[in-house]
């Protein structure tokens, strides 16, 4: 009967939306080389990206953590995710972002899922307008500020090839690189 097949089609609708493989990828640790590389720009907006951009937020919501620049996940092109949201459901993704800094100065601890476990106080501006690409190519910009703000900075940071720790004295990230090295897990 057509209720019958109704109730098949919510089901069929169900299981293909709920097909779709959840991929946790490995975040590279400091003081990996890797995290050095110069993140090239994305011009393929294809499906490639779109489940890269995916497997980066369930890796990013499985570690915890508030963002993650592809760089973390050895794919060296300018992508990243965050999400600041205390229900974990406002992903937001960004590509080729490029920023304009303004506002005061204000020094906020910082943590990054390349150094696990280490958190150190780091300068930033407080206010940073964002200008890049969504997931389809279309061109978007936008003021953040408060966290959002510092997040951003922190992942773009990343595709640069630069991370958090560069930030403070040598001494103290020599410290940090020696720490982690020796937590290593093989
Ligand atoms: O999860 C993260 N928390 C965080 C806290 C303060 C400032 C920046 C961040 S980003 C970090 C995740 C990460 O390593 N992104 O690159
Ligand atoms: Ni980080």
Same mark, same amino acid.
């Given at each position: 009967t057509q209720y019958k097949n109704f109730i098949l089609k919510i089901i069929i609708c169900g299981t293909k939306f709920s097909l779709r493989q959840m991929s946790v990828l490995e975040i590279l640790k400091f003081p990996d080389p890797r995290l050095r590389t110069i993140a090239k720009?994305?011009?393929?907006?294809?499906?490639?990206l779109?489940? &890269? !951009?995916?497997?980066? @937020?369930d890796t990013m919501y499985q570690a915890p953590?508030?963002?993650l620049a592809a760089t973390q996940v050895n794919v060296h092109i300018q992508?990243?995710?965050v999400d600041i949201s205390?229900?974990?459901?406002?992903?937001?993704?960004?590509?080729?972002?490029?920023?304009? &800094? !303004?506002?005061e100065? @204000?020094?906020?601890?910082?943590?990054?899922l390349s150094l696990p476990g280490i958190y150190e106080k780091?300068?930033?501006r407080t206010i940073a307008k964002v200008f890049g690409q969504d997931i389809e190519g279309n061109d978007i910009n936008f003021t953040s500020e408060g966290l959002l703000?510092?997040?951003?900075?922190?992942?773009?940071?990343?595709l640069r090839g630069k991370v958090f720790v560069d930030y403070i004295s040598n001494l103290k990230r020599s410290r940090i690189k020696r720490k982690l090295v020796k937590n290593r897990v093989a």
């Open positions: 720009p994305v011009d393929d907006f294809g499906k490639n779109k489940t &890269l !951009s995916q497997d980066m @937020l953590g508030i963002g992508l990243i995710v205390q229900t974990k459901d406002e992903p937001v993704i960004l590509v080729n972002p490029e920023l304009e &800094l !303004s506002g100065i @204000l020094e906020a601890e910082e943590g990054c780091v300068s930033r703000a510092v997040c951003i900075q922190h992942e773009v940071d990343h």
